[in-house]
């Protein structure tokens, strides 16, 4: 994808954050299936994740070890030549945030999460 406005990265990056914080499995599947592409993969210095299965998969566990904890997005999402970053936070809905890092994505030819690469700058 050479061109991707940063409105479209925004609609892709909040259904991703959606799969993040959903806890019904049906749903988080559906939210999964609008953000990413059917072989997108994910990395960080934690997890790795490959297809719609493996991020399911992934999130579910990260959702049973911090019950309650939300994601959320602490900047703007930058967005050129198919690409985009945001910095994003994890903790309880009404409390600090307990981890925070910055997320790198690739985007396929339909606006979809080709590839996530995450850094946490706090742990």
């Not at 479209?8 to 299936?33: C, F, G, H, K």
């Not at 985007?107 to 742990?123: A, N, P, S, T, Y």
Request: with cysteine.
């Amino acid at each position: 994808m050479t061109e991707l406005n940063t409105p479209a990265a925004e609609a892709t990056v909040a259904a991703y954050l959606e799969s993040w914080n959903e806890t019904d499995p049906a749903r988080r599947q559906a939210a999964i299936a609008r953000a990413w592409a059917a072989a997108g993969t994910y990395r960080d210095p934690l997890m790795v994740s490959d297809g719609h299965a493996g991020i399911d998969a992934m999130l579910a566990a990260v959702q049973a070890r911090f019950p309650g904890f939300v994601l959320k997005r602490i900047s703007a999402v930058e967005a050129h030549n198919g690409s985009a970053r945001f910095a994003w936070s994890l903790g309880p809905a009404a409390g600090p945030s307990v981890v925070e890092g910055v997320d790198f994505c690739a985007f396929d030819q339909g606006g979809r999460l080709e590839r996530v690469v995450g850094f946490i700058d706090k742990m």
